[in-house]
């Protein structure tokens, strides 16, 4: 006579013992994620504030005419920016001025200094020869330094108009616009 097969399968209590683990380990693993994510939306706003220079300059080189790159309320840069053309020269963004790009406000948390030889220059421009200038058409150069948190990236621009990011934690030194 054959003898009825034991059910497969686990008990309440080995259940219980393998959640209890796999809490414990989300619970180890959670804040390294929340660094990754926090590192990942600070790359991706210095790439965004890149990109948005390096379009500043071409289209500068193409119009043949200064654009400007400046935070929508003409102080915050946290807060988005756009790019333009104005249409009285260099200045604030006005009715009449044409609009290239604008950006909506950067994830929270995200603040961004500008360290420049004229801190009231806030904004990057680009003349028609592809060169940064400031709104007194004086050429500029400086830092934007992006912060969340622990984690800083900086976008350099030299005073031929060059523009790059850079991590201070790897780039010891290195960071400043040259």
């Known amino acids: 006579m054959k003898r009825p097969s034991k059910a497969g399968g686990f008990t309440l209590i080995e259940l219980m013992i393998v959640l209890a683990i796999a809490g414990l380990a989300l619970a180890l693993a ?102 940064s200038v400031r709104r007194s058409r004086m050429r500029l150069s400086g830092s934007w330094h992006l912060r969340l948190k622990q984690e800083t990236r900086i976008i350099a621009i030299n005073f031929q108009g060059r523009a790059r990011i850079c991590d201070p934690a790897r780039d010891r030194g290195k960071c400043e616009s040259r």
């Open 30 to 131: 959670l804040p390294g994620f929340q660094g990754m994510i926090d590192r990942r939306q600070l790359n991706a706003a210095a790439v965004d504030m890149l990109h948005a220079i390096h379009l500043t300059r071409s289209e500068a080189l193409r119009r043949n005419r200064t654009v400007q790159l400046a935070p929508l309320d003409d102080a915050d840069w946290a807060g988005g920016w756009r790019i333009y053309a104005s249409a009285g020269g260099n200045g604030p963004y006005r009715a009449g001025d044409r609009l290239i790009l604008q950006r909506a406000a950067l994830p929270a948390g995200i603040q961004v200094e500008s360290h420049t030889a004229s801190p009231s220059d806030i904004q990057i421009a680009y003349n028609g020869e592809g060169r």
